[in-house]
């Protein structure tokens, strides 16, 4: 078995939210000695991935620029390569933007795949 299994990220991170009663940050763990864990989640499918499959919803709102405006700024991509991109693409045509979703559990695949369909809708409902 591997050190760090996906059974064994969701059986520690269990063992964190039962005894902090909320799912662990990156720092939240770091603080607590849990580099170990926070490194495997890291290397493995990531914060977000854990934080949808366990169903722990985020404990505050992402805010800025970017969160009022990354439909708009997927639209301009799509747009310029002709197609959704990929997280490559994301970072090559506007590193700011995929360090924002990157760091807002947003670059997850599923996430993606919504903002993907409320673009091509939102698209579909202004032409």
């Given at each position: 078995m591997a050190k760090w299994d996906e059974e064994k990220i969701i059986h520690s991170i269990k063992e964190i939210i039962k005894e902090s009663k909320r799912f662990p940050s990156d720092r939240y763990l770091n603080k607590i000695g849990r580099f170990d864990l926070s490194s495997a989640i890291r290397r493995g499918k990531g914060f977000a991935y854990y934080r949808e499959l366990l169903n722990c919803p985020m404990s505050r709102k992402i805010g800025g620029f970017w969160a009022d405006n990354y439909e708009s700024e997927f639209q301009k991509i799509i747009d310029k390569?002709?197609?959704f991109p990929s997280a490559v693409e994301l970072q090559k045509e506007?590193?700011?933007f995929y360090i924002f979703l990157q760091?807002?559990?947003?670059l997850h695949?599923?996430?993606l795949f919504h903002i993907f369909f409320k673009v091509v809708k939102f698209f579909h409902l202004v032409n």
């Open positions: 390569i002709g197609y506007n590193n700011g760091t807002s559990g947003l695949f599923k996430s």
